[in-house]
């Protein structure tokens, strides 16, 4: 079977995994970042904008949460447990060092209320608490966390314990960081939200440290999360993420990561300025609503003579500012296409290029069936085809 190109016309299209589509030589030059390692992703189009050290394993302090919700999120899912379940609290729990919700062994505490904790408190308690509740032991709960992290593809992650206090091999990147916080707002849209909470302090327990160390909650009306981390090895560290309605486009997200910075001040300014330089030194160029054909080919053998290839989600490109009128494209897919086709089947590869320079490539999917047709309808395409 041979392939075809289609066209070469000013389109892009979103990508269904992590990529570092745009270069430096065609992007303005980041902003100089005072931290050991940064990442910045725009992920209304899965496109990387800027990264240093985004491969150098480090250590992950309290963004090791992060994977922590993921799991306990997966769990509320397939409700192996509810927001409404009480956990104990264990006297391991009661005793964690650093952080803390301040729970002790008397109380039993709703799932949801141990999550704020986790989450705005950074409480090592709490984390420790949902690790026992969830799976029966911390240690297995970290299987847990280690299984996980295989399945969404970390392959320079492992994690030693749930909360993120230093421990030898207990390791990760930007990179997977980055994956690992797409994952998180992409799979559980009910729950991010809380990442996005300013203060939180369980009743009966101090009023002290019931403020989210996330500080650009307060500076950046734009931002809604995710996690903060600090551990004296780590540094300080900032998993961000903001959504600004820009031209074109409503609610385009970034995400940046920022990790070794040298103080909790430090460590949200440095995300700002990352953000700040992605929303400006960029633009998001939508040109296909979600569910809208980028092409429509002839299928032979179909009940229907063609069909639509395009993408579920909406179709976005990040370019340099003002280049967008540089972009070109060209569609490479099976010729002849034959029926059977399934919905969501990959039909195709759309490569996306900013002038001569390759952005991205991604495959297009059949937006509809297309089933066999009958057997006469099937016997007077194969002589068509024998004709051509």
């Given at each position: 079977?041979?392939?075809?190109?289609?066209?070469?016309?000013?389109?892009?299209?979103?990508?269904?995994?992590?990529?570092?589509?745009?270069?430096?030589?065609?992007?303005?030059?980041?902003?100089?970042?005072?931290?050991?390692?940064?990442?910045?992703?725009d992920?209304?189009?899965?496109?990387?904008?800027?990264?240093?050290?985004?491969?150098?394993?480090?250590?992950?302090?309290?963004l090791?949460?992060l994977?922590?919700?993921y799991?306990?999120?997966?769990?509320?899912?397939?409700?192996?447990?509810?927001?409404?379940?009480t956990?104990?609290?264990?006297p391991?729990?009661?005793?964690?060092?650093?952080?803390?919700?301040?729970?002790d062994?008397k109380?039993?505490?709703?799932?949801?209320?141990?999550?704020?904790?986790?989450?705005?408190?950074?409480?090592?308690?709490?984390?420790?608490?949902?690790?026992?509740?969830?799976?029966?032991?911390?240690?297995?709960?970290?299987?847990?966390?280690?299984?996980?992290?295989?399945?969404?593809?970390?392959?320079?992650?492992?994690?030693k314990?749930?909360?993120?206090?230093?421990?030898?091999?207990?390791?990760?990147?930007?990179?997977?960081?980055?994956?690992?916080?797409?994952?998180?707002?992409?799979?559980?849209?009910?729950?991010?939200?809380?990442?996005?909470?300013?203060?939180?302090?369980?009743?009966?327990?101090?009023?002290a440290?019931d403020?989210?160390?996330?500080?650009?909650?307060?500076?950046?009306?734009?931002?809604?999360?995710?996690?903060?981390?600090?551990?004296?090895?780590?540094?300080?560290?900032?998993?961000?993420?903001?959504?600004r309605?820009?031209?074109?486009?409503?609610?385009?997200?970034?995400?940046?990561?920022?990790?070794?910075?040298?103080?909790?001040?430090?460590?949200?300014?440095?995300?700002?300025?990352?953000?700040?330089?992605?929303?400006?030194?960029?633009?998001?160029?939508?040109?296909?609503?979600?569910?809208?054909?980028?092409?429509?080919?002839?299928?032979?053998?179909?009940?229907?003579?063609?069909?639509?290839?395009?993408?579920?989600?909406?179709?976005?490109?990040?370019?340099?500012?003002?280049?967008?009128?540089?972009?070109k494209?060209?569609?490479?897919?099976?010729?002849?296409?034959?029926?059977?086709?399934?919905?969501g089947?990959?039909?195709g590869?759309?490569?996306?290029?900013?002038?001569?320079?390759?952005?991205?490539n991604?495959?297009?999917?059949?937006?509809?069936?297309?089933?066999?047709?009958?057997?006469?309808?099937?016997?007077?395409?194969?002589?068509r085809?024998?004709?051509?």
């Open positions: 079977m041979s392939l075809k190109k289609i066209g070469c016309v000013a389109l892009a299209i979103w990508a269904g995994c992590l990529l570092p589509f745009v270069s430096q030589a065609q992007a303005q030059q980041p902003p100089e970042v005072a931290a050991r390692a940064y990442l910045l992703v992920v209304s189009a899965q496109q990387v904008l800027a990264e240093n050290q985004a491969d150098t394993p480090v250590e992950p302090a309290s090791t949460k994977m922590t919700a799991v306990v999120f997966d769990a509320l899912r397939s409700k192996k447990i509810s927001l409404q379940q956990f104990s609290v264990s391991r729990a009661w005793k964690m060092p650093g952080s803390r919700m301040f729970i062994p109380m039993q505490v709703p799932v949801e209320d141990l999550i704020k904790g986790m989450i705005v408190q950074s409480g090592n308690d709490a984390t420790v608490a949902l690790a026992e509740g969830l799976a029966g032991s911390v240690e297995r709960f970290v299987e847990l966390m280690n299984d996980q992290a295989k399945i969404l593809g970390l392959t320079a992650t492992t994690y314990n749930p909360e993120g206090l230093t421990e030898p091999g207990h390791t990760t990147t930007a990179r997977d960081l980055a994956t690992l916080a797409q994952r998180l707002l992409r799979d559980f849209p009910d729950y991010v939200g809380y990442y996005a909470l300013k203060k939180y302090r369980y009743p009966g327990t101090p009023a440290n403020s989210n160390r996330n500080l650009l909650l307060f500076r950046d009306p734009s931002v809604d999360g995710l996690k903060t981390g600090h551990t004296q090895a780590a540094g300080y560290c900032l998993v961000a993420t903001a959504q309605d820009v031209t074109g486009l409503k609610g385009r997200r970034l995400l940046s990561i920022v990790l070794g910075a040298a103080s909790e001040n430090a460590r949200a300014v440095e995300s700002q300025k990352l953000l700040n330089w992605g929303y400006t030194a960029f633009d998001a160029v939508k040109l296909f609503d979600g569910g809208q054909a980028v092409v429509t080919p002839t299928v032979w053998k179909g009940r229907s003579p063609t069909v639509s290839l395009g993408r579920v989600q909406p179709i976005v490109v990040a370019v340099p500012a003002g280049q967008a009128s540089r972009l494209t060209e569609v490479v897919r099976p010729d002849p296409l034959v029926a059977p086709l399934k919905q089947q990959e039909v590869t759309l490569k996306v290029s900013l002038g001569e320079q390759p952005l991205l991604m495959p297009l999917v059949s937006l509809t069936a297309v089933d066999e047709s009958g057997v006469l309808g099937r016997a007077w395409d194969a002589l085809l024998w004709i051509k």
